[in-house]
């Protein structure tokens, strides 16, 4: 556990940048624990030659920096007076669309221009009740058929025919 | 050559009172340390360039948005310059392979004394690149910006954008990387710089 502890102040501690008593702690823990003096020799190595190879990078081959300031120069003396302006258009044109949008639209609704059409209403289901008692002496005592209908369908029509033959 | 903050100040009012000379100062004292910064963090000599003229055009063109009470010209200018190294990165999709080799040969070579240092230095020294160039890209940034630039973590946070405990923390990091990183590879190798 104090070996963890230690071990992630060593980097600070190489560079000199813990305060005077955790400096003092760490020195006394190094010249007393092997391992942890294995690791900040390790960690001296390693920051000795980052700082020496790292600043070595990118000083070969010679960059074109002439050319580079050639072009900015160029750029620099292109004028954008409408820089500004594009950059708030851009932030801000869809937002302002959409609020003249939400003007605009109720605005045209409410003044007449253009009506909604009224939707279709749809009639409540009517029952209807055919009730056909039979009048006919013939047919007293024979079955009776009873209808019942929705309105749009075709009841048959199966009265039946009247009775022609006389009757004593 | 260094240029005292004063002087860099004296040059940034006559860039805003769109004196020319001024931005050719600005520029020739930091453009070299830009294309270094570039270079060590994308590995190619042309991408650097042109992250390197995008950032100074949009510096020099905001110039006047530049304020000395929030950080140095030179935190802002690299903050500018890791923001566009960064597009890049997602532009190129930053290919790690090679890179090493790439930086490899750029580098001057060795001024040992014996060959056999020579050797060894030189093993080193590709070894630790090799190792640099595989750490994660905020890894990475922190330790270029630490060992290659001397910033400190105070500016590594302002450039990178995030908290002081961050940036050490990301340096730390690194290094734990890189030891582990450099020991299996070559083991002893360390070792053995140590005792040159």
Known sequence: MACEHYSQLITAYIQDELPPMIRQRVTGHLNTCETCYVLYRQELDLVRHLTQTIPLIGTSPQPRLKRVWSVVETELAQPTPRQRFDRFQARYGLAVLLFALMLIVPLTMGNGGVTWAAPPTQPAPQTVTLNQTPTHPAAVGTAVAYYTATEGHVIPDVRPEPDTTAVP | ?196
């Open chain 2, 1 to 196: 050559m260094t240029l005292e903050p004063e002087i860099i100040a004296a040059l940034i009012t006559r860039c805003i009172q769109g004196d020319q000379a001024g931005f050719a100062a600005l520029y020739d004292y930091f453009a070299p340390m830009i294309y270094r910064l570039c270079y060590s963090l994308l590995g190619n000599q042309q991408d650097a360039e042109d992250v390197v003229q995008e950032s100074f055009v949009y510096a020099f063109k905001n110039i006047s948005r530049f304020d000395s009470n929030r950080a140095s010209f030179k935190t802002w200018l690299y903050t500018i310059t890791l923001s566009r190294c960064r597009n890049m990165y997602r532009r190129k999709r930053f290919p790690l392979v090679d890179l090493g080799q790439l930086f490899i040969l750029n580098l001057a070579a060795p001024s040992t004394e014996t060959p056999e240092a020579a050797l060894v230095e030189q093993g080193l020294r590709e070894a630790v690149e090799k190792a640099v160039l595989s750490l994660s890209p905020h890894l990475r940034e922190a330790v270029i910006l630490r060992y290659g630039h001397g910033l400190t973590y105070r500016e590594i946070a302002d450039v990178m954008d995030c908290p002081q405990k961050t940036a050490e923390s990301r340096v730390r990091l690194a290094h734990e990387r890189l030891r582990g990183l450099l020991q299996p590879s070559v083991p002893g190798l360390l070792d053995e710089w140590v005792g040159i």
